[in-house]
T-cell receptor, first 114, second 111 residues
Framework: SAVISQKPSRDICQRGTSLTIQCQVD?????MFWYRQQPGQSLTLIAT?????????ESGFVIDKFPISRPNLTFSTLTVSNMSPEDSSIYLC???????????FGEGSRLTVL | QKEVEQNSGPLSVPEGAIASLNCTYS??????FFWYRQYSGKSPELIMF????GDKEDGRFTAQLNKASQYVSLLIRDSQPSDSATYLC???????????FGKGTKLSVIP
């Protein structure tokens, strides 16, 4: 497995602002993913963060709303732009670190938008 | 569209009993199957994965896979109050690292 650090762990934000979440991994990994977990719901994949190229977004998620950076093999950021209360969720960074597709998760960033 | 279905629960079992958690999936191309445990307010933690039909045991946990029935389960023997959590089933397809998650089953182990 890998040690995955996310920050901030939680934040309270005002409507219309943006927040950037950072994800740091203790080893180089090829595949990094950003998930969202809305209250009482399961995990939904936002995008795959590709090193050296643009992120690949899932249906329903767009780059303008969730810009992602992946400058190297140990770091990624997710920005939640122009936030609304509907963006209140836990945002999770994950990495693939096994031979069968095992994903490991960071501690999550709990975002509340007022 | 790939779907992973789980009974949301809550599933209540007495301490020391066997807890049985079930999951079905829609995509016959699914390759690997994962069970995650998520405590309230925490991130998911990988418990086990399985990719071959049959049983896989790890301590008190046994994962069971039946690809013909598109069914995967997790058995927890000698359940402890510390096992009380939401258990997420997840699947991926061959060549993909993208996991599709079920909504999870909330397990409560009663002392």
């Amino acid at each position: 497995s890998a040690v995955i650090s996310q920050k901030p762990s939680r934040d309270i934000c005002q409507r219309g602002t943006s927040l950037t979440i950072q994800c740091q991994v203790d080893s180089q990994v090829t595949m990094m993913f950003w998930y969202r977990q809305q209250p009482g719901q399961s995990l939904t994949l936002i995008a795959t963060a590709n090193q050296g190229s643009e992120a690949t977004y899932e249906s329903g998620f767009v780059i303008d709303k969730f810009p992602i950076s992946r400058p190297n093999l140990t770091f990624s950021t997710l920005t939640v732009s122009n936030m609304s209360p509907e963006d209140s969720s836990i945002y999770l960074c994950s990495v693939a670190a096994g031979g069968h597709g095992e994903l490991f998760f960071g501690e999550g960033s709990r975002l509340t938008v007022l | 569209q790939k779907e992973v279905e789980q009974n949301s629960g809550p599933l209540s079992v007495p301490e020391g009993a066997i807890a049985s958690l079930n999951c079905t999936y829609s995509d016959r191309g699914s390759q690997s199957f994962f069970w995650y445990r998520q405590y309230s307010g925490k991130s998911p933690e990988l418990i086990m994965f399985i990719y071959s039909n049959g049983d896989k045991e790890d301590g008190r946990f046994t994962a069971q896979l039946n690809k013909a029935s598109q069914y995967v389960s997790l058995l927890i023997r000698d359940s402890q109050p510390s096992d009380s959590a939401t258990y997420l089933c997840a699947v991926n397809t061959a060549g993909s690292y993208q996991l599709t998650f079920g909504k999870g089953t909330k397990l409560s182990v009663i002392p």
